[in-house]
């Protein structure tokens, strides 16, 4: 792993969410994506190396509203980025930790990625992420 790429805030509402941490961070919020495929719209800051995404639901199936439903608005993910997805998730699987999926898919920021389990890394669901080129 190369370093954090970003930490994943669930929210109910972006449109009260980015003047929040647009404050908060000292900084505007540089994109704004809809990932259909995890039905989230996503909203991205930039403080140094590291971003901040905030996600809110487009379903109220979807992961992210289950998980405010059952959490509350607040972090969901830490995401580190690697340089080779495919043998990071081989040497993570083979070191016992569960993939939440067999393949990377398409993520939000032009991302490839995979979600390890949270039952295998201290009850913190971690993302892997490689840029698509």
């Known amino acids: 792993m190369l370093k954090v790429e970003h930490i994943g805030i669930?929210?109910?509402?972006?449109?009260?969410?980015?003047?929040?941490?647009?404050?908060?961070?000292?900084?505007?919020?540089?994109?704004?994506?809809?990932?259909?495929?995890?039905?989230?719209?996503?909203a991205f800051f930039r403080k140094g190396e590291t971003k901040?995404?905030?996600?809110?639901?487009?379903?109220?199936?979807?992961v992210i509203a289950?998980?405010?439903?059952?959490?509350?608005?607040?972090?969901?993910?830490?995401a580190f980025d690697v340089a080779d997805i495919h043998a990071e998730m081989a040497r993570l699987a083979a070191a016992g930790f569960t993939l939440l999926n067999p393949e990377p898919k398409k993520g939000a920021?032009?991302?490839?990625?995979?979600?390890?389990?949270?039952?295998?890394?201290s009850g913190v669901l971690i993302e892997l992420c490689q840029e698509i080129f």
Request: with cysteine; aromatic share 6%; glycine share 2%.
């Open 10 to 42: 669930a929210v109910q509402s972006l449109q009260k969410s980015i003047p929040l941490f647009e404050a908060l961070l000292n900084t505007s919020c540089y994109k704004q994506e809809q990932v259909d495929s995890e039905a989230v719209r996503t």
């Open 52 to 62: 901040v995404e905030l996600l809110e639901p487009t379903n109220p199936e979807s």
């Open 66 to 78: 289950r998980f405010l439903e059952k959490k509350g608005e607040g972090m969901h993910h830490i």
């Open 109 to 121: 920021d032009n991302k490839l990625v995979c979600f390890l389990h949270p039952k295998d890394t």
